[in-house]
T-cell receptor, first 114, second 111 residues
Framework: DTGVSQNPRHKITKRGQNVTFRCDPI?????LYWYRQTLGQGPEFLTY????????KSRLLSDRFSAERPKGSFSTLEIQRTEQGDSAMYLC????????????FGSGTQLSVL | QKEVEQDPGPLSVPEGAIVSLNCTYS??????FMWYRQYSRKGPELLMY????GNKEDGRFTAQVDKSSKYISLFIRDSQPSDSATYLC???????????FGTGTSLTVIP
């Protein structure tokens, strides 16, 4: 159990560029969550997967954001045509499918859009 | 009204003090309650996890849940400079699908 792994740790991009982040969850966890966090705020839910199925997306999630988990293992989050308002920490978390199991976070990807 | 309310602080205490962090919530369906510690530019680290009402102790940390008042607390005894971080409360219902977070309380423990 090596924990939730996220890459890259930091990403600096210019406005209008596309970016993609990767998350490798804890191996036996079938649920995977993406959150966004800005300074002074708690994590804001973006979307979550159970195995390869994307079960829920935040209504606040722009159509520029897309997430995949093609084989039910790692996941990618892509942001197209980035805007300065997308600058934030993007956090991935995973848990098993059991109701009372704990949610574990990765170290996050810090995105800066110039 | 937000699902979870948490005083953002900042809170500054001398080393050795007892710290009390609190959250209130509005959804009576919440059954599982968590406290995370987050250092600057790092991901949240799970500290405490409790189910329903009651107390849970782990070393210098005690989590309390009062479901009748929809109020949860985290107490830190003998606070250390290494406890300086942001503390997030989080909770979920019996379905365990969605997690709701407070905004976090920033704590500084002064040596």
């Amino acid at each position: 159990d090596t924990g939730v792994s996220q890459n890259p740790r930091h990403k600096i991009t210019k406005r209008g560029q596309n970016v993609t982040f990767r998350c490798d969850p804890i191996s036996e966890h079938n649920r995977l969550y993406w959150y966004r966090q800005t300074l002074g705020q708690g994590p804001e839910f973006l979307t979550y997967f159970q195995n390869e199925a994307q079960l829920e997306k935040s209504r606040l999630l722009s159509d520029r954001f897309s997430a995949e988990r093609p084989k039910g293992s790692f996941s990618t989050l892509e942001i197209q045509r980035t805007e300065q308002g997308d600058s934030a920490m993007y956090l991935c978390a995973s848990k098993s499918g059991q109701i009372n199991e704990k949610l574990f976070f990765g170290s996050g990807t810090q995105l800066s859009v110039l | 009204q937000k699902e979870v309310e948490q005083d953002p602080g900042p809170l500054s205490v001398p080393e050795g003090a007892i710290v009390s962090l609190n959250c209130t919530y509005s959804n009576s369906a919440f059954q599982y309650f968590m406290w995370y510690r987050q250092y600057s530019r790092k991901g949240p680290e799970l500290l405490m996890y409790t189910y329903s009402s009651g107390n849970k102790e782990d070393g210098r940390f005690t989590a309390q849940v009062d479901k009748s008042s929809k109020y949860i607390s985290l107490f830190i005894r003998d606070s250390q400079p290494s406890d300086s971080a942001t503390y997030l409360c989080a909770m979920t219902s019996n379905t365990g699908n969605q997690f709701y977070f407070g905004t976090g309380t920033s704590l500084t423990v002064i040596p």
